[in-house]
């Protein structure tokens, strides 16, 4: 057999594609002195590494469960000052994977908690790791219909295994207590293996017992959350509340001017 053709036989049983495909122009990149041997090797096995992580990126991400796509280069800093930016590009740069460190943010709603949370998911989805974000209610419903079909730990795998676990809004339902050992659970075994955890939710920490009624549970929830835990303690306004508000003010200061100079105003806002 040619030694072209058994390469080509290789790179299919390796399941190779990418490098299958790319195999000829590179060939011909060697055979005309474009590229020497060692570089053409290279860049054929960097096409398939790279085809690899796009693919893994790809199917992860169908995994990941987020609700929408923002990134941290959307996030407007200026319009909520009382968060740290440089703690949240040090958090972009993932470090806290690595470290195991939770990232708790809190706050009133429409301040920007899911979108933070979101962002650094996707983040780390683009680095190649598995991640998965799940909101507390829609956590609650599915651990209660699985306990319902004989099934107390099918979630279980999904909470576990990802990189990275967003749990999305801790604080509006109280947690009974099936839904509270889960996260118990959950953040326990997440602890022991230094695995991070991604939390939001519109309650301070003192506020805690009222998602947890169960006080010996509620202890031990937090010892684990916030022994390796950064917490960004988001104040302020609404962003959508304040865009609504802006706009409004910026259309009545145009109407006045307008006004003033004697224009017509062609149009009146819509009463809302
Ligand atoms: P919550 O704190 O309730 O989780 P969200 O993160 O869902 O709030 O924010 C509500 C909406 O406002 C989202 O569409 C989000 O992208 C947007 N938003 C909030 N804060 C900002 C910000 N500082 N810059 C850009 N968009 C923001
Ligand atoms: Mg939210």
């Given at each position: 057999m040619l030694a072209y053709e058994s390469l080509r036989e290789s790179l299919n049983r390796l399941q190779m594609t990418a490098a299958e495909n790319a195999l000829d122009n590179l060939l011909e990149s060697a055979r005309t002195n474009e590229l020497s041997i060692v570089d053409a090797m290279d860049k054929l096995l960097r096409i398939e590494t790279e085809a690899r992580q796009e693919r893994r990126v790809m199917v992860n991400s169908r995994f990941a469960g987020l609700p929408y796509r923002r990134t941290l280069e959307d996030f407007e800093f200026s319009a909520q000052p009382s968060i740290d930016r440089e703690l949240i590009e040090r958090l972009g740069t993932l470090r806290f994977i690595d470290e195991g460190t939770n990232v708790i943010f809190l706050g009133p709603?429409?301040?920007?908690k899911t979108h933070l949370a979101v962002a650094l998911l996707l983040k780390a989805l683009e680095a190649g790791n598995r991640v998965f974000f799940i909101s507390m209610s829609t956590l609650i419903r599915k651990h209660s219909d699985n306990i319902r079909k004989g099934m107390?730990?099918?979630?279980l795998t999904n909470l576990i295994k990802p990189a990275v676990l967003a749990l999305d809004e801790i604080g509006y339902t109280p947690l009974d207590s099936d839904a509270a050992t889960l996260l118990f659970d959950v953040i326990d075994i997440r602890y022991r293996k230094r695995k991070p955890i991604i939390l939001t939710s519109n309650k301070s920490w003192g506020q805690w017992g009222e998602i947890i009624p169960d006080r010996v549970m509620a202890t031990a929830i937090l010892d684990r959350l916030l022994h390796y835990s950064v917490t960004v303690n988001i104040a302020g306004d609404s962003y959508r509340l304040r865009q609504h508000r802006e706009f409004g003010l910026s259309y009545i200061n145009r109407s006045e001017k307008e006004e003033r100079n004697g224009e017509s105003v062609a149009f009146k806002p819509a009463k809302l």
């Open positions: 709603p429409g301040v920007g107390p730990s099918r979630m």
